[in-house]
């Protein structure tokens, strides 16, 4: 139990370190939220009377300190540029990115797992070097570079779904769904190709234990040892990479949201440091950071539940 | 004469190097092992006897494959036997078990799991409950205090003695004709060691379990094999009862390997030990791959491998000082 | 003598509109063709709006939707010649710095409420605190019954340009609800918004004036220009406005162009206090390395009218059109300059591009060639925007710039008073002492013709200063679906959807 | 009792070493869980004298072989050539002790040549120059009887036994008064590892140098040692000389280790009954109690180690009250 | 055949081509990469332009390959910094472990979740423009992956029986370090850093895609990649030719890495 104490707290000390050096780099980047929403033409007591209204007058610590204590009670401050509370900002658009990443995140496992123990099944034959090239292809391809063919060969060409329109789940699921499938493919074919070959080669390095030799000595058949001895082993190896793919997909792949133009986290994140919104990029930031710090945490905890070697000795 | 269970003729193993170019590991072996009896082969590392085994099971690792001979176990040879077959053969009618308790076993899988799936594989008619009972049952037998509990741990949680009790169990489990034994207590304190070799004894005597034990220490052999091999760089060099080979050894190699072991009566002189080293399979090897080493070189010893000698009733020797 | 000067004003003003709205490549003359009523018209944005208060948010996209929503007291018309009554059913100007309005009846707010002199003061007083332009220079006001009128501290003849301010329901911004619900009495009512993606105005069935054509507008925001293009192209929007480099990218018959200027001239700004820009040689030795047409015809593909002043050609009354080709591309006559200068082996230096206008960035790498054919080494940074307001307009810590500048009223003074010596923005450092007695003298000149041949001295001497080097005013493109038609357009950079409508 | 000997010419003093093996968690939270390993331990080994620790795995004498390294934290007090732990620099110790452990082949660095690592000893304590150091390394490996030229060789390119001669080498680079060799020839072949104990015995002649001898194997360290200490779950059982505890054992543990060893040259059928009796573990009892055939309720106290020899004989200790 | 040889070949063979073709435009380019012409707007690939013309009638071969030198110049740059600092971390928190590697592990841990947009523009922003201001930011982006591998590899090699012996000899903890544990960790840095380099290159494309990388009119794939989106309709070879020339290096450096990890590692 002392275990999950300790990681707890590392996890609280992170996402503040993390949230302070978002304080630093507020105080590092120029840029001064009022001008950016007035723009050139306004006079300067204009930018100082909205800067009074913003708040945005005050000195960043008095800023931080506010946030901070607004954090912990729950109320994640105002946004400065859409002059609506965070929270509702994050409420609409957390689903969206949720969304993306999980359809993705599908894709991956769906496909990468079964795919990676398949590999490892063709082991020196023909096929293996097959797989493996069109496998380095797959980790070869940049998302965005995929997201500009996709648009290009099937929005604009085959007009299977039309780029620029987001459909929001709640007013057309169908269409959100064929609409969305592409940015998730984009996101998944390299992610599927680096889990494959992490698989691969777990499943590999499992297959010369000793004990897949006494299973083989028991009789046991090659289909069995590949899907009951090994794969059970080769996953808690392949688990820190799950997580940190889980991460990466629900933080939210801000090229993929900005190319599809999907009101996503990564979308909102890049409009809230470009404009400077001090408390939004706050919270976007924790947000991200709580996701991949919890997911790691997960990751331990299944890591422990699968091998009981583990179990609450200190894994160092 | 004992009826044969296995006849093992002329095998010959190749073994591909990193640089791709094959040796011979096992060179031209031919033995057979008599129904009831244990057999032992003793031989240093890298003398062929571990391949032997692993070639018996079907287990050798991808670098190695069989370039000639044949193994005959009832009507199969298990050179060329089919993989469906070699998985109705393995764990049912051959069994295995290995040197290093701590890493033969799933780590992730309960012992009563593992150690009834032979039963799982090879008898269907048997219901789950049953397998357990006969599972329950065995590991007692093997000699395990608190078998229920052990059944629902994991291999982490037991000592390296249990882990071997659970190893023989899990081989014996089907009744093998034939339970291969590779160096199994070499690991073991000598303590655990002697109760695993008499609990080997009573698998041999009580289910009539040939027993094939391979081992380098010559006062184990003695211990527990009827009859013994005496291999040297991929060939069988002296072949006969352990008291016969242990009294009056034949072979210069297995004269030396007896004067290496330190006795009570040597204590302050020096040990009269054979020089040289064991030859890997990339060394070059003459004909009696032991001229090298053997003190006793005649010029025949480098042109031909000696024929088989035989001195008495089932002790031979392959050397050219008994032509 | 008054009244001939305020014809004057608006006369400018329709040629510029006329000039903006000019041919439509479709060549249909541009009477209206049987209107159809209703349906949906999908508008891609290649900015987001964030919030909807006229009172501080100011940016040129922000004000082309306000338009629809918000009216002040008076409106531009359609061709910006006169401000038309709206808000106000009679305007008299009582002298120059005295104007009676007298609120029309039976205008209605979008929730239903009428409109009431208290709504008009409650929104007058709000711009003051606000320091909306203009709105300074009010004294006092009086209200007697229906009519209200403005006493102003200094005459300006021009008053009437900031009376479009929006009029608001009394009390509707007392805490910010106006950012996210905005009430106001024009031809559509907002119906919902959804950050980042898309705001929706419905039309207004009450409304006083003619009603619009189109059930319901919705704005969709996307990242840039090229996803706007991409999304048209896709047809997931029924219309955009961009520069002529993006809207040459559609093949030509499967879209309505609408050619207008942006209002707004791009500058290569050099900054005057730091060297070798404080030379007025080496800047004019810039200025003849730069091609004007070239960058036009490469980045906007002719659509953009080329300048040589910071006044828009919008004002044609004002804008000096000589300047235009005082610097006529003359690389022999740069290096020269250059060598008087003390530069014989040329120079190097940064200019900084805010990043999120490819325009300019793709003008920089024109220009990036034509510096270098006289020996001048141009470096791009690329710079965030926040960063370039910050860093450039505020701080002046840049060697040049590349930016285009608007002014906040169709009136000269918005363009011409940042280049007065203590001019709080005048971010290029310029220093001039004759400049800044010739501007003075034309803001206060009471005659017309006078004040015209004052600004037009004025920006001669910023041209022979070549205190930076002006290029051009870039044309933006309305580009409608073939099923849609209509553009009202106005000097107010505004989209007014009540004239857009379907093809029969 | 003390049963130290006089400091005089004492190599190693180990009095009353007793250490901890926490199972420490990482970071601040520590759970610490201590279990005790070596139980209030001492002994002594003089000046060119060869003294063997026996017993079997988990008995901790490789713990007591590192907290005489200095390589883990204990209690209690050592000194090595007069110079205790924590007085003098680690390095400074050194130069005093060295050792020789059980794996040759990860025993070296593998990406640095034999030479290399043989001078590295030199190198950390200054001692001569680049050249005198190269002859110094080609010497030492003509001492432990390899070719001087195996110096620019990796330790891949050579045997198990050979490692084990280049590490014996490097061990006697600074000519240590003190050798600790944990298990040194349990990793080889028989023959190998005779090669190995005649090597330590001509080393021997030519230059004094104390060693501590740890093992399990009792007839090894029965051939090989002066004196032999049997330890047992963390504290010594029997003390004595290597005559005295071999051939006439006291304690019944040092019994049972004798006993259970399998001779090459006994000729019963092997299967002596081990002189071991299983019962409940008491609380606070002698270690040995749930084992020992012997075992009384006297036994139910941890007993001390006491001098059983004859009259006139070499001390011989033994921690029984049996006897 | 040795393990891993197929895996060298086809590395070395795409590795090769994209360096050759990244030299040449060092001495030769078919035309001046900046060189607009409005004549020649968006050509399809043809002889004359063997990928054809942008939308400022710039040849886009030359630009690919003059591109290809720029993004592996960073690409090399970053991994290089990125190895030093990531080595001397991982090495110093493996084997001194302790508070020490707590205190590093944790500020890993807070790197790693941080946007690497927030960083870019940190770094960017401190040190203005420039190719070796990217190389900075993606360095900070790389460090923490890199660092981890170097310091469970440490932490084997630090409980390595060789490393017990070393310190028997008296051999000081820093030679320890540097001469024997970090030669040992060469193979396993070699298949990171040759990842690494084809993560650096994915990085900088997406960098220069958001306008944080390198600047123009120099080329760089990434700024090729999104200048092409905008006319991807009518001439989408402005996207598939520097799109190609990424997936080749990259598939060429993964070829390298796995042909590494066959043969040395497994």
């Known amino acids: 139990m002392k275990y999950f104490i300790r990681k707890f707290l590392i996890l609280i000390l992170t996402v503040f370190l993390i949230s302070l050096m978002t304080f630093v780099a507020f105080h590092v980047i120029p840029g001064d939220p009022a001008r950016l929403i007035l723009g050139t033409s306004a006079s300067e007591e204009a930018v100082e009377a909205l800067r009074e209204k913003l708040g945005t007058n005050m000195p960043l610590t008095v800023q931080y300190r506010n946030w901070i204590s607004g954090f912990l009670r729950g109320d994640f401050g105002t946004s400065i540029k859409y002059r609506m509370p965070v929270a509702s900002l994050m409420h609409d658009r957390i689903p969206v990115t949720t969304l993306l990443g999980v359809m993705s995140l599908v894709l991956i496992l769906l496909i990468g797992i079964p795919l990676g123990i398949f590999s490892a099944r063709v082991r020196n034959t023909p096929g293996e070097h097959v797989l493996n090239f069109i496998n380095i292809l797959g980790i070869s391809f940049p998302n965005f570079f995929l997201s500009i063919i996709f648009i290009w060969i099937f929005g604009l060409t085959l007009h299977w779904f039309t780029p620029g329109r987001y459909i929001s789940f709640d007013r057309d699921w169908a269409g959100c769904l064929r609409f969305m499938f592409w940015p998730a493919l984009s996101v998944a074919i390299p992610q599927t190709a680096v889990l494959v070959k992490y698989v691969r080669t777990a499943m590999l390095e499992q297959l010369r234990e000793d004990y897949v030799r006494t299973a083989r000595g028991k009789g046991v058949g090659e289909t069995a040892i590949l899907y009951v001895h090994v794969f059970k082993n080769a996953i808690v190896a392949v688990v820190p990479l799950i997580g940190m793919i889980i991460a990466s997909v629900l933080s939210g792949s801000i090229i993929i949201e900005q190319v599809y133009g999907i009101p996503g986290i990564g979308k909102l994140l890049i409009s809230s440091v470009t404009s400077r919104d001090f408390p939004l990029t706050q919270t976007l930031v924790v947000y991200i950071a709580v996701i991949i710090v919890v997911i790691n945490f997960l990751v331990d905890i299944v890591i422990q539940i699968i091998d009981p070697r583990i179990r609450l000795s200190d894994r160092s | ?323 | 003598m008054k009244k001939r000067f305020a014809a004057a004003v608006l006369a400018v003003l329709m040629t510029a509109s006329l000039t903006a709205c000019g041919g439509k490549s479709a060549g249909s003359s541009d009477a209206a063709a049987g209107t159809g009523e209703g349906g949906t018209f999908i508008y891609g944005l290649s900015t987001e709006i964030n919030n909807f208060d006229p009172f501080t948010s100011t940016t040129a996209d922000a004000k082309s939707i306000y338009y629809n929503i918000y009216e002040g007291l008076v409106k531009v018309n359609e061709d910006g010649s006169e401000f038309l009554p709206a808000v106000a059913s009679e305007v008299t100007r009582d002298s120059d710095s005295a104007y009676t309005f007298t609120l029309r009846d039976g205008v209605k707010f979008h929730n239903g409420q009428d409109v009431t002199m208290e709504d008009v003061t409650y929104s007058i007083d709000l711009a003051i605190k606000s320091k909306i332009n203009g709105f300074d220079n009010i004294k006092d006001y009086s209200v007697d019954g229906n009519k209200i009128t403005i006493n102003l501290n200094t005459p300006d003849i021009g008053f009437l340009a900031y009376m479009v301010q929006a009029i608001v329901p009394a009390g509707s911004d007392d805490n910010g609800e106006l950012a996210l619900q905005p009430v106001g009495t024009g031809p559509y009512a907002f119906s919902d918004y959804e950050v980042q993606d898309h705001v929706t105005l419905v039309k207004n069935n009450d409304y006083w004036g003619e009603p619009a054509h189109l059930d319901e507008v919705e704005v969709r925001f996307l990242a840039d220009q090229t996803e706007l293009l991409t999304a048209f192209q896709a047809g997931s929007i029924d219309g955009f406005s961009a520069y002529g480099g993006i809207v040459s990218q559609l093949e030509e018959g499967t879209y309505n162009p609408y050619y207008s200027n942006s209002n707004a001239v791009q500058v290569l700004a050099l900054n005057n206090a730091v060297k070798p820009f404080d030379d007025v040689r080496v800047r004019q030795a810039v200025a003849y390395a730069v091609d004007a047409d070239e960058v036009n015809e490469l980045v906007n593909y002719g659509h953009a009218v080329i300048v040589g002043t910071p006044v828009i050609p919008g004002l044609a009354r004002y804008c000096n059109t000589e300047t235009a080709d005082d610097y006529a591309v003359d690389t022999a006559k740069a290096k020269t300059l250059l060598e008087e200068a003390g530069y014989k082996d040329g120079f190097s230096f940064t200019v900084k591009v805010p990043s999120v206008y490819p325009v300019h960035v793709d003008s920089a790498q024109v220009m990036v060639n034509q510096l270098a054919k006289a020996g001048i080494t141009m470096n791009i940074e690329q710079v965030d925007w926040a960063t370039w307001l910050d860093s450039v307009y505020t701080n002046r810590d840049y060697e040049a710039t590349i930016i285009s500048l608007d002014g906040a009223t169709a009136y000269p003074a918005a363009y011409l008073s940042r280049y007065q010596s203590d001019a709080g923005n005048n971010f290029i450092n310029y220093k001039s002492d004759a400049f800044d007695a010739k501007y003075k003298e034309a803001t206060t000149a009471t005659d017309e013709d006078v004040q015209t041949g004052l600004f037009m001295e004025a920006q001669q001497i910023l041209s022979d200063e070549c205190c930076s080097v002006f290029i051009e005013d870039i044309s933006t493109v309305r580009v409608w679906a073939p099923s849609f038609e209509g553009c009202a357009d106005s000097p107010l950079y505004a989209i007014d959807f009540a004239s857009v409508s379907k093809v029969q | 009792m003390d049963n130290t000997k006089p400091a005089g010419e004492d190599i190693l003093r180990v009095e009353h070493v007793s250490n901890y093996y926490s199972d420490n968690g990482l970071g601040i939270l520590r759970n610490r869980k201590r279990s005790q390993v070596l139980q209030d331990v001492s002994l002594t080994i003089g000046k060119d004298e060869f003294f063997g620790l026996v017993g079997e795995s988990g008995c901790g004498k490789s713990t007591l072989g590192n907290a005489i390294l200095g390589l883990i934290p204990y209690e209690g007090k050592i000194t090595v050539a007069g110079l205790e732990h924590g007085r003098v620099s680690r390095k400074e110790f050194t130069r005093h002790i060295q050792a020789v452990f059980q794996d040759p082949l990860s025993a070296m660095n593998p990406r640095r040549t034999i030479g290399d690592t043989m001078k590295e000893p030199l190198m950390a304590h200054g001692i001569g120059t680049p050249k005198e150091q190269e002859a110094a390394v080609r010497a030492m490996l003509e001492t432990v009887g390899l070719d001087a030229s195996y110096a620019d060789r990796y330790p891949r390119e050579l045997s198990g036994g050979q490692r084990q001669r280049v590490c014996i080498g490097a061990a006697l680079m600074l000519e240590p008064e003190l050798i600790i060799a944990d298990e040194a020839i349990s990793a080889l072949d028989v023959s190998v590892g005779s090669q190995i104990l005649n090597l330590f015995r001509t080393i021997d002649v030519e230059r004094d140098f104390s060693m501590l001898f740890i093992s399990h194997n009792l007839n090894v360290v029965y051939y090989l040692c002066d004196r032999i200490a049997v330890m047992y779950k963390g504290s010594i059982v029997e003390m004595g000389t290597a005559d005295a505890v071999y051939n006439d054992p006291m304690h019944p543990y040092t019994r049972l280790l004798l006993s259970a060893i399998p001779d090459y040259a006994s000729e019963d059928d092997g299967d002596r009954a081990l002189l071991e009796r299983f019962r409940p573990p008491v609380e606070g009892a002698c270690a040995f109690y749930h084992r020992c055939p012997h075992a009384t309720d006297k036994c139910k106290k941890v007993p001390e180690l006491r001098n059983k020899a004859y009259r006139g004989e070499e001390e011989h200790l033994v921690r029984c009250f049996y006897l | 055949m040795k393990k891993g040889t197929i895996e060298f070949r086809i590395g070395f063979i795409l590795t090769g081509i994209i360096l050759f073709l990244a030299i040449l435009s060092v001495f030769y380019t078919p035309y001046d990469i900046n060189a607009m012409d409005k004549t020649a707007r968006q050509l399809a690939p043809s002889l004359q332009h063997l990928f054809g013309t942008d939308n400022y009638g710039r040849d886009i071969f030359s630009r690919a390959i003059t591109g290809s030198r720029f993004t592996l110049l960073v690409a090399l740059s970053t991994v290089g910094s990125c190895t030093v600092i990531a080595s001397a971390l991982g090495l110093i928190s493996g084997y001194l472990g302790g508070p020490v590697d707590e205190i590093i592990m944790r500020l890993i841990d807070a790197v790693s979740s941080f946007p690497d947009i927030l960083i870019a523009l940190i770094v960017v922003t401190i040190l203005s423009y420039g190719k070796y201001t990217i190389v900075i930011a993606l360095c900070v982006t790389f460090v923490p992956s890199f660092t981890r591998i170097v310091r469970t590899a440490t932490l084997q090699f630090k409980n390595a029986e060789f490393v017990r012996n070393l310190r028997v000899f008296g051999v000081s903890d820093l030679r320890i370090l540097l001469v024997h544990i970090f030669p040992n960790t060469f193979p396993l840095l070699l298949s990171t850093i040759v990842i690494g380099l084809s993560n650096a290159i994915l990085a900088e494309a997406a960098m220069s895609y958001l306008g944080l990388g390198i600047q123009p009119p120099t080329p760089s794939w990434g700024r090729m990649l999104q200048e092409s989106q905008a006319i991807i309709y009518n001439a989408p070879w402005a996207a598939i030719a520097p799109g190609i020339m990424i997936v080749m290096t990259i598939m060429g450096l993964n070829s390298i890495g796995e042909g590494i990890r066959k043969r040395y590692l497994a």
């Open chain 2, 1 to 323: 004469m004992k009826e044969t269970l296995l006849n093992v003729k002329h095998l010959t193993l190749g073994v591909t190097e990193r640089d791709g170019s094959v040796n011979k590991a096992v060179d031209d072996i031919s033995f057979e092992v008599r129904k009831g009896e244990i057999l032992g082969i003793v031989g240093e590392s890298g003398c062929g006897k571990s391949l032997t085994v692993m070639t018996l099971m079907g287990l050798m690792k991808d670098d190695v494959f069989v370039m000639d001979g044949q193994i005959l176990f009832g009507q199969d040879d298990l050179v060329r036997v089919t993989p469906e077959r070699r998985r109705q053969i393995n764990g049912n009618e051959l069994s295995i078990i290995y040197q290093e308790p701590m890493t033969s076993l799933n780590p992730l899988i309960k012992i009563g799991r593992q150690v009834g799936e032979p039963l799982r594989l090879h008898r269907k008619d048997l219901s789950d409950a049953e397998i357990d009972r006969m599972v329950l049952e065995l590991l007692t037998e093997v000699g395990i205090q608190n078998p229920g509990q052990i059944m629902k741990s994991y291999p982490h949680q037991l000592s390296g003695g249990m882990r071997q009790r659970v190893m023989i169990a899990m081989a014996s489990i089907c009744r093998p004709r034939i339970l291969v034994a590779d160096e199994p207590t070499t690991a073991l304190d000598v303590t655990t060691q002697a109760h695993v070799l008499s609990l080997l004894k009573r698998v041999n005597e009580e289910f009539g379990t040939t027993i094939l034990f391979i081992s380098h220490d010559l006062g184990v052999i003695n211990r527990i094999c009827d009859r013994v091999l005496i291999m040297y760089a991929g060939k069988i060099v002296e072949r006969g009862r352990t008291r016969d080979i242990l009294n009056h050894p034949a072979h210069q190699y297995t004269k030396g390997l007896i004067r290496s072991i330190p006795t009570r009566d040597q204590k302050g002189k020096d040990l009269i030990c054979i020089p040289g080293r064991v030859p890997s399979t990339m060394d070059p090897r003459e004909p009696c791959p032991f001229a090298p080493r053997c003190g006793h070189t005649m010029e025949v010893c480098r042109q031909t491998f000696p024929e088989c000698r035989e001195l008495a009733k089932d002790h031979i020797v392959y050397c050219h000082m008994f032509d």
